[in-house]
């Protein structure tokens, strides 16, 4: 149960959602201000506006362990750094360029602190961690009520069959995933009140958004390509390093839609599937670095959907 008052989600409810014209003309505000309390006035409605992305991103990593207050409090961080870090000049909307930043700095935050799932152990957690959802979907896609126990066993199945986490031992798969599941079983669900002060007021009428935007589909668009253009330059920076059958690999294993197994890229580059393992996990590390190098210092095109590529991006069977 959050412990946010009730006035917050409220206040979250009732903020005026602005059109394109009205997000640059705000930001112009805030950015040419000449007064203090100008600018103080334009940043808060920019920040007001844009609280309910911030909920629905904080919203979206609350089986990480942490609590929704805090994950909260890292989206509004966010928020805030998007004010400051807006680029017009980019042909993004706000709202697109807020959500990266909201997204990126919560996600930054579960990446280091979260204790359900510890990331930086194995590549399993890694993996459970971001494509639990999709695999559970699959699994259970006959059987969606399908108990925990069996859920369980079938899921260590397909982790140990695909060699997911480069662990074939499957007493410890199965350990891991028993674990991560009896942790998302903590979370509360979407209909639990957010706090004691109103017990109708639940997550998820908050997250409803019953006004129509009829620009949600040119935001994405939006989002889309940006990702697409920091593909493009982490491509080029590969290229310059000399490292192209590096990109090749981890294009091939992890941001294709047709992804390669080990082994039919261990038969074309001649190596063995171990090597091919190993500039493939190679690779991936040195891409999360140019995310986050972008995130901190803006070098790049900002990848709107770079982190979401690279979270859902799942390992292809061996």
Not at 145 to 158: A, C, G, H, N
Request: proline share 4%; aromatic share 8%; glycine share 4%.
């Amino acid at each position: 149960m959050s412990n946010l008052p009730a006035s917050y989600y409220v206040a979250i409810k009732e903020a005026p959602v602005l059109s394109p014209e009205e997000e640059l003309r705000t930001w112009d505000a805030y950015y040419n201000a000449t007064t203090r309390k100008g600018k103080q006035d334009a940043h808060n409605k920019l920040v007001e506006s844009h609280m309910r992305i911030a909920l629905q991103v904080a919203h979206q990593w609350r089986r990480s362990g942490i609590p929704l207050d805090e994950l909260v409090s890292e989206a509004m961080i966010g928020l805030n750094l998007a004010v400051e870090k807006f680029d017009p000049e980019k042909g993004a909307r706000f709202s697109t360029a807020a959500t990266w930043w909201i997204k990126s700095q919560v996600m930054n935050h579960v990446l280091e602190n979260s204790a359900s799932f510890p990331l930086g152990k194995n590549a399993l957690s890694k993996f459970l961690f971001f494509n639990f959802g999709k695999i559970r979907k699959e699994i259970c896609k006959d059987d969606p009520d399908m108990p925990v126990p069996q859920l369980i066993e079938r899921m260590t199945d397909y982790c140990v069959e695909n060699n997911l986490g480069n662990s074939s031992v499957r007493k410890t798969v199965k350990r891991q995933i028993t674990e991560f599941i009896s942790a998302r079983l903590h979370h509360r669900s979407l209909d639990a009140p957010l706090n004691d002060e109103s017990a109708n007021l639940t997550l998820g009428s908050m997250l409803e958004d019953e006004r129509p935007r009829a620009d949600e589909t040119l935001a994405k668009a939006q989002e889309l390509e940006m990702g697409r253009q920091f593909l493009m330059a982490a491509k080029e920076k590969f290229h310059d390093m000399g490292r192209e059958r590096d990109w090749d690999i981890l294009e091939a294993r992890r941001l294709s839609e047709d992804k390669c197994t080990l082994q039919d890229l261990a038969d074309t580059y001649g190596v063995s599937r171990e090597r091919i393992r190993q500039i493939e996990e190679k690779a991936f590390e040195r891409l999360q670095k140019m995310v986050k190098t972008s995130f901190d210092q803006a070098t790049m095109p900002a990848p709107a959907n770079a982190n979401a590529r690279l979270a859902s991006a799942t390992r292809a069977p061996s």
